[in-house]
Structure formats: C-alpha cells, structure tokens
C-alpha cells in the first residue's frame, strides 16, 4: 500500500513533468502546423526502424549475480553509463518483467560504494567493541557526513560486513586514528580502496543486491510495434534516460535507444527541410535555455569532489558546471561517468575524503590518453542556432551544453539532451491513453 508520502512524492513528480512540458510549448515560437505535422511524422515511424545499438555486439546486459566492481568495469569498457540487469534464475523466461530486473548505472554503483566507505569509515574510527556493534549510530554518523542521509536497509549490514573485512585483512582498528569518518579514511589509504573494491563483502557484492535501493529510472521496455513519438515523449518530458525495446512475445532485448541516439539521429537528418526549419532557429526562438541562470547547479573548483557528485544525485542531474571566483566563470563540466575514475584508481580513491573538484579534473586528464574520454566544457551564445547545438551534442558525445553570457563566460542556462529532444514534439491530449490503454503515469510506476 502507498504511503501518504510516496504519494506525494508521485504527485510532485506529475506536476514536474507537465510542467516542464507547458513551459516548453508556451515558449516556442514555430507554426503550430509544422509542430503538429512532425509529432504526427514521429507516430507513424515504428520503434524497430531506429538503428540498432552501435558496434555490431548488440545490447550489452549485465548479470544481476556479477559483482559490483565488474559491474563498472563492464560500464567503463563498454563506455557507456548505464546497462540492463538480467535475472539468471529466469533466463528462458518468455516474460521481460521475469527476465529483465532493472537497470544499473554509474549513479546507483557510486552511492553504494560512497555510502559503504563512509559506513566503514566510521566504524573503523572507533574502538574495537564499538565497531563490533556497528548499526544506528553508524547510521546516525552517515547522516552527518556529506551525502545525507540514507534509506536502503542493506546499508547497516554492509557496513557491519566492512568492519569485519577489514579487521581479516590486517587493517587494525586504532584508537588513535581519530573518531571521525574523514580522518579514518585518509588514515587507512590504499588498504581502504581494497576493503570496498577488492576484499569481502564487496568484491562479491552482487548487481542484484542493489539495483532495487539504488535505482534511479525506471525500467520500461516498449515494443518493436510501437512508435517513436512514444519513445521521444519517455525519453523527453517523462525524463528517461533509455528506453529498452522489446519483440513482441520475445523477452530478450532488442535495442536500447538513448537520449543520445536520438540527438545523433536527429543530427543524420541535417539537409532535410523539416530538420532545417527547426534547427536553423536561434535557440532563443525555441524558449531555449528553459532552466534558467538562478536554476543552475554548479560546484566551485575549490569544493570536494564528493560533494560535487552528491549534489549530482541530490539533484537528479548528470553533470553540472566547475565554476571559479565570484562571478563563477566556467572552467570545466563533471560528469557522473567521470566517477569510473573514483572507483578504478586506488590513487584516486584513497583521498576521496580530502580531494578537490579541481585535482580530481587535472589527476584524470593527465592519465587519459584517448581522444575525447575527457572533455572541457562546452558552451554555446544566445544567438546559437539549435542546429549548431544538436551538432555540438552529437559530435563531442556530451550529454549538455551550457549556456554562457557574451562576455564573461558565466553560466545562464543549461541545455541538455532532454531539452532538445522536446523542440521537437509535443504531447497530443490523452496520447497514452488512446494508444495503450494507459497513461505515461501509469505505466512509469511499473
């Protein structure tokens, strides 16, 4: 049964996504003729003539039994943020909601991984007899750090895990070291990296362990039938990142169409007269940047990188501007995938309490070799074309750009993919409803 709360919570998230999308018709300045002639375009491309997921080894998926570092390493490899976890035990399931548990990501590993240093950080701080009952107060210590406070239950026992995998792998608990988290973790190092990553409990912690307390999208497939005016409105005004697509009467994975796919896509269809009647508008005709200066969220250079992708998570946002000096002109963008960095290098990770914004950013160029594995920031003017910022999205491989005054370079807006997805269409009234028996809000309650 829904709590009062948990309806609130759907309630609040309603009026985001109606009124994201109100905000954005009201704001563009097209032919009312030319809006409902491409919406009605994008209702009759069925969903299996959208190219197939690129380099010929079709939808990566992932084990809900692989550990949560091979997870990652899958993730970085594969150079993608998130996959799709499947469920061993229903392998020959004919039924995706048996086969298929979820969706894993950058986002839920590192609040994991974060919320379980920070546990065993703080019992490893205290004396031997406290650490042995690890539980509420180690709870109560999180909430005082900077990630928040916490819900999953599993946390507690994780946290109670680490302290004994530490303890077996010769990492003493001294009572010297300091009674707060932060100094245990700068203290413990390296050795501090191998507890969360590479001993017990944590180098068997497996994906479906977590997917379900971490997970920040919903899973919802659509058909190979169904059209991609659906796919663009989920991946627009509903605010999926990826929609998973299905066969019909087949439980297995088709494709795996992202935001970024579709803006790729879109940037394909440069020449065509009804992508150029759209892109050649400034971006202030399409009501573009729709968050606004004071909307913002950015991290000083200066700040921990841990609060940097707290407020990532706090926000619901992948990436946010590095900001300088008190006008806060732009210097750089961090991303939630720049975190594989965090978690891959013992280095790194090992002063994850005491590092900044700023040393994490120069530490991760200098070890990247590979053209456009790390990117500055990009930004764009006023008078930009929309054109000029689908090329730029589609041909960097970045996931926003960032709005900067003439002069200065001091952030007034962001646009993401999400946003230029939305120029595009709009919501025709009832759509879910008539078209599956549902609402969009039904349906992302699955």
């Known amino acids: ?96 909601k048996d086969r298929y548990l979820g969706i894993i990501d950058y986002s839920a590993i590192i609040l994991w991984v974060l919320e379980g240093a920070e546990l065993a950080a703080v019992a490893l701080s205290a004396s031997s007899a406290t650490a042995a ?48 988290a932060p100094t245990a973790a700068s203290e413990l190092g390296d ?36 059209n991609m005016l659906m ?5 627009s005004k509903y605010r999926m990142r990826n929609v998973p697509v299905i066969e019909p009467g087949n439980a297995f994975m088709k494709n795996f169409i992202t935001q970024s ?16 009647a759209i892109a050649s508008h400034p971006i202030t005709d399409l009501g573009l940047p729709f968050m606004s200066h004071d909307q913002v969220v950015s991290i000083d250079s200066n700040e921990l990188i841990l609060e940097a992708f707290k ?16 006008r806060k002109k ?32 120069k530490t991760v160029a200098s070890m990247v070799q590979e053209v456009g594995k790390v990117m500055p920031a990009i930004t764009c003017k006023t008078n930009s074309t929309l054109g000029d910022i689908i090329y730029s999205l589609a041909s960097k491989a970045v996931h926003r750009i960032y709005v900067v005054s003439e002069e200065e370079e001091v952030v007034i807006g962001v646009i993401t993919l999400r946003d230029v997805i939305s120029c595009f269409i709009y919501e025709p009234p009832n759509y879910f ?13 699955r």
């Open 330 to 361: 732009i210097v750089g963008n961090l991303s939630i995938r720049d975190i594989r960095y965090l978690l891959l290098k013992p280095d790194l990770f090992s002063n994850f309490r005491h590092l900044t914004v700023n040393d994490f950013m």
């Open 311 to 326: 407020r990532m998570k706090d926000n619901q946002i992948g990436g946010l501007p590095v900001v300088e000096g008190q």
């Open 231 to 235: 796919v663009l409105l989920l991946l």
């Open 133 to 180: 009952g690890v539980g509420a107060g180690a709870m109560g210590a999180l909430g005082a750090v900077a990630l928040g406070t916490t819900g999953p239950v599993a946390v507690a026992g994780l946290a109670a895990a680490a302290v004994g995998a530490a303890v077996a792998g010769g990492v003493a608990v001294d009572k010297g070291m300091g009674k707060d």
């Open 1 to 96: 049964m829904e709590t009062s709360q948990e309806k609130d919570m759907e309630k609040e998230t309603t009026v985001s996504y109606d009124a994201y999308f109100e905000k954005i018709q009201s704001r563009k300045k097209l032919p009312v003729s030319l809006q409902e002639t491409l919406t009605a375009a994008f209702a009759r491309i069925p969903v299996s003539s959208f190219p197939q997921v690129p380099g010929g080894k079709g939808v990566i998926e992932i084990s809900a039994e692989t550990s949560i570092s091979d997870a990652v390493k899958v993730l970085s490899e594969c150079n993608i943020l998130s996959a799709p976890v499947t469920d061993p035990d229903k392998a020959d399931s004919s039924d995706w």
């Open 261 to 276: 796919a579709v803006v790729r896509g879109l940037e394909g269809c440069r020449g065509r007269d009804w992508f150029d």
């Open 433 to 445: 409803d008539d078209y599956l028996g549902c609402s969009a809000k039904e349906l992302l309650k």
């Open 191 to 226: 050795d501090f990296y191998k507890v969360i990553l590479q001993e017990e409990p944590f180098k068997s912690t497996k994906v479906r362990e977590i997917i379900e307390s971490f997970r920040s999208t919903p899973f919802l497939p659509v058909s190979t039938e169904s």
